[in-house]
T-cell receptor
Framework: AQSVTQPDIHITVSEGASLELRCNYS??????LFWYVQSPGQGLQLLLK??????LVQGIKGFEAEFKRSQSSFNLRKPSVHWSDAAEYFC???????????FGQGTRLTINP | EPEVTQTPSHQVTQMGQEVILRCVPI?????FYWYRQILGQKVEFLVS????????KSEIFDDQFSVERPDGSNFTLKIRSTKLEDSAMYFC????????????FGQGTRLTVV
C-alpha cells in the first residue's frame, strides 16, 4: 500500500532563508507526487506535481521539488521564504491504478520576521 | 479562476442527526472526491465518483456515508447518523480526469458533532 511520511511536523525559518520540506513515499511503481499548501481557513492549493520526465519540477510561488527515486523522496524547496509562505504543507502520492491521493501528515511552516 | 466551492464552511450537529455537505465542483471536471481530515491527523481519502457512480471508496466510507450528484452541478456527501468521531474537516475535490491530472480542492467544511 502507498504511504507518505513527512518527518517534520513543524519547521520555523527566518524570512529570506532557504527552505526544504522533506517527503518520503512508499510505492512499488512510479508514483505521481504532489505538494499542496493549506493556509489558515483555506482549502488545499496545488503547488506542484510530478508525473514523469524531468525530476526537478517547478511550481507556483517560487517552489520547486526534486523526485529522487533512489531515496523515495520528493522534497520541496524554496530559496528564499516570505512571511506569506507560513502555512501547512502536504505531500501526497497517487498511483496509476487508483484515483485517490494518499497524504502525509503535513508540515507546519512558521516564518520568523 | 474556477474553483471548487463548499457549503457550509462550518456545521454543528447533534450526534445521531443526518448531515449533508455540499460541493460545487469545477464545471468541466468529471471526477469528484471527498476527503476528510480529523484534527491533528492526515487528510484521508473517502470516495471518488465518476459517471454517476462510486469508482473507489475507502474502508472509512461505510454504510453511514453516501454521495450524490443530484442536479449535474452539486456533489453532496451525506452522513446518515453522525457520530462524535465524524467530527473533522471535509474536503471536496474535482479533477478533469482520473489519472495524470491534479485534483482541485475546496476550502473545506468543518463538521462538529456534539
Amino acid at each position: 500500500a502507498q504511504s507518505v511520511t513527512q518527518p517534520d511536523i513543524h519547521i520555523t525559518v527566518s524570512e529570506g532563508a532557504s527552505l526544504e520540506l522533506r517527503c518520503n513515499y512508499s510505492y512499488g511503481a512510479t508514483p505521481y507526487l504532489f505538494w499542496y499548501v493549506q493556509s489558515p481557513g483555506q482549502g488545499l492549493q496545488l503547488l506542484l506535481k510530478y508525473f514523469s520526465g524531468d525530476t526537478l519540477v517547478q511550481g507556483i510561488k517560487g517552489f520547486e521539488a526534486e523526485f529522487k527515486r533512489s531515496q523515495s523522496s520528493f522534497n520541496l524547496r524554496k530559496p528564499s521564504v516570505h512571511w506569506s509562505d507560513a502555512a501547512e504543507y502536504f505531500c501526497a502520492v497517487g498511483s496509476q491504478g487508483a484515483q485517490k491521493l494518499v497524504f502525509g501528515q503535513g508540515t507546519r511552516l512558521t516564518i520568523n520576521p | 479562476e474556477p474553483e471548487v466551492t463548499q457549503t457550509p464552511s462550518h456545521q454543528v450537529t447533534q450526534m445521531g442527526q443526518e448531515v449533508i455537505l455540499r460541493c460545487v465542483p469545477i464545471s468541466n471536471h468529471l471526477y469528484f472526491y471527498w476527503y476528510r481530515q480529523i484534527l491533528g491527523q492526515k487528510v484521508e481519502f473517502l470516495v471518488s465518483f465518476y459517471n454517476n457512480e462510486i469508482s473507489e471508496k475507502s474502508e472509512i466510507f461505510d454504510d453511514q456515508f453516501s454521495v450524490e450528484r443530484p442536479d449535474g452541478s452539486n456533489f453532496t456527501l451525506k452522513i446518515r447518523s453522525t457520530k462524535l468521531e465524524d467530527s473533522a474537516m471535509y474536503f471536496c475535490a474535482s479533477s478533469v480526469g482520473g489519472r495524470y491530472t491534479e485534483a482541485f480542492f475546496g476550502q473545506g467544511t468543518r463538521l462538529t458533532v456534539v
